[in-house]
Nanobody, 116 residues
């Protein structure tokens, strides 16, 4: 499985961005897939994920109501719509997929910078 993120960039506070994660290879049978983010000096943190084959979504409390995770199975692509961005959302965002039994795959990351 290879994952390629796109859509990051510089945006003013209150603005929006949509991240995309294009997957190659077989991702029909997954344990989970989603988005994480990381800032220098801190651990990578969960932003939003699908679990149990895409039937359940989880969001970090800090992004609930502002971010929406979605997927297009026909395109093997996952999205993260980010609205009302805040300076604390500035980070490198990573796409993640876990396939059975517990194989983890990560994209290369895309930088999101929110200016206040």
């Amino acid at each position: 499985v290879q994952l390629v993120e796109s859509g990051g960039g510089l945006v003013q506070a209150g603005g929006s961005l949509r991240l995309s994660c294009a997957a190659s290879g077989s991702i029909f049978n997954i344990n989970a897939m989603g988005w994480y983010r990381q800032v220098p000096g801190k651990q990578r943190e969960l932003v939003a994920t699908f679990t149990k084959g895409g039937g359940v979504t989880n969001y970090a409390d800090s992004v609930k109501g502002r971010f929406t995770i979605s997927r297009d199975n026909a395109k093997n692509t996952m999205y993260l719509q980010m609205n009302n961005l805040k300076s604390e959302d500035t980070a490198v965002y990573y796409c993640h997929v876990q396939t059975p039994p517990y194989y983890n795959y990560w994209g290369q990351g895309t930088q999101v910078t929110v200016s206040s």
